[in-house]
């Protein structure tokens, strides 16, 4: 990855018609989050005001991008029992539902047959992938994103996101 390669805001901000984004871990331990999560398994409240300090920059991110006619997709594969990550992921769902993304799950075994890409990736118009590094620990890995444009890797990452999004229970639907 260059200096010059866009990151995850730069590449949203030029989608002009598609933003999916595909989740294939059980934990992740990110930044900001990992407090917010540890709260949560402390409590078991999770912050599910859109208007938070936590939540704004996200909800404004999304909604803009959705009121430019993007549409923008996520769609997570999990193990089941799921793990309290996913429990306290699915417990905030309702804020990117209300911020406009259209959001499924997909329990892993549902999900063997299908080529799926080694790490999480958001794809960007079915014409560039961003893909997520991130350590074992599930926290980010250095570089923390790749960009890829070949058509084959495009090709890839989109086949492996509709699969999983045909396949995927609606958030409404899915149960933890």
Request: aromatic letters at 10%.
């Amino acid at each position: 990855m260059t200096q010059n390669e866009p990151g995850f805001n730069e590449l949203l901000a030029a989608a002009r018609h598609s933003a999916v984004h595909l989740e294939m871990r059980d934990s992740y331990g990110v930044g900001d989050e990992a407090e917010d999560f540890e709260n949560w398994k402390r409590t078991g409240q999770r912050d599910v005001d859109p208007a938070s300090e936590y939540w704004t920059p996200w909800v404004e991110l999304i909604q803009s991008t959705v009121a430019r006619g993007v549409v923008v997709r996520r769609a997570r594969v999990v193990s089941e029992p799921v793990t309290d990550y996913i429990r306290y992921e699915h417990a905030g769902t309702a804020v990117n539902l209300l911020a406009g993304e259209q959001v499924r799950w997909l329990s892993r075994r549902r999900a063997s047959d299908i080529a799926l890409p080694g790490n999480d990736c958001w794809v960007f118009d079915n014409e560039t992938v961003l893909f997520n590094h991130f350590s074992g620990d599930g926290n980010w890995s250095e570089p923390g994103w790749e960009v890829r444009s070949e058509a084959a890797v495009v090709r890839l990452a989109s086949a492996a996101f509709e699969a999983v999004w045909e396949r995927g229970t609606p958030h409404e639907k899915y149960s933890v």
